[in-house]
T-cell receptor, first 112, second 116 residues
Framework: DAKTTQPNSMESNEEEPVHLPCNHSTISGTDYIHWYRQLPSQGPEYVIHGLTSNVNNRMASLAIAEDRKSSTLILHRATLRDAAVYYC?????????????FGGGTRVLVKP | DAGITQSPRHKVTETGTPVTLRCHQTENHRYMYWYRQDPGHGLRLIHYSYGVKDTDKGEVSDGYSVSRSKTEDFLLTLESATSSQTSVYFCATGGLAGGLAYNEQFFGPGTRLTVL
């Protein structure tokens, strides 16, 4: 599976935007970019995914570089509830099993 | 939220004893997965299932077996538990149909297993 690189941690102030970078320089044409987050003492939850175009949903926005070698997850107004570990994952839609390979993620701290 | 439950939620056992963890879903998803998570690490896939009685290995399958006799249930068995299998175990499910369900995995609350 293609690998991703994320900063270990980031801090943000409440109600300010958070930009979480992810590098995936070896991404292939069949890789989707997925983001999941894991709140303390919970299982991961889906945030957003995309292939080539930028994507928005109620939780976040995903900005994908034109060459697809990097992407940025944007939390528009961080709340205390957004404090979590955020995982950037590449999923090959041609691979069997619809599997996800988790890396270390970015731990986001939101300060009041 | 997807209806995924795991049982037990906490278990303490001794080295050498068999342990079975259960994952139950009410979403009729085709795929089911077992992951483990150790301190300071992301999740690692143990085994997954792509249908009833259809399973395959993940990246850390040694020492684990799985079974899926019906769509709703996916069992993870540690035949002879070792201290290195102390971990938090997460079950996940995912659909096959088009749309969000195909892309998204839904995770259960986790089972904390301690092997003494």
């Amino acid at each position: 599976d293609a690998k991703t690189t994320q900063p270990n941690s980031m801090e943000s102030n409440e109600e300010e935007p958070v930009h979480l970078p992810c590098n995936h320089s070896t991404i292939s044409g069949t890789d989707y970019i997925h983001w999941y987050r894991q709140l303390p003492s919970q299982g991961p939850e889906y945030v957003i995914h995309g292939l080539t175009s930028n994507v928005n949903n109620r939780m976040a926005s995903l900005a994908i570089a034109e060459d697809r070698k990097s992407s940025t997850l944007i939390l528009h107004r961080a709340t205390l509830r957004d404090a979590a570990v955020y995982y950037c994952i590449l999923r090959d839609w041609e691979a069997a099993g619809n599997k996800l390979t988790f890396g270390g993620g970015t731990r986001v701290l939101v300060k009041p | 939220d997807a209806g995924i439950t795991q049982s037990p939620r906490h278990k303490v056992t001794e080295t050498g004893t068999p342990v079975t963890l259960r994952c139950h879903q009410t979403e009729n998803h085709r795929y089911m997965y077992w992951y483990r998570q150790d301190p300071g690490h992301g999740l690692r896939l143990i085994h997954y299932s792509y249908g009833v009685k259809d399973t395959d290995k993940g990246e850390v399958s040694d020492g684990y077996s799985v079974s899926r006799s019906k769509t709703e249930d996916f069992l993870l068995t540690l035949e002879s538990a070792t201290s290195s299998q102390t971990s938090v175990y997460f079950c996940a499910t995912g659909g096959l149909a088009g749309g969000l369900a195909y892309n998204e995995q839904f995770f259960g609350p986790g089972t904390r297993l301690t092997v003494l």
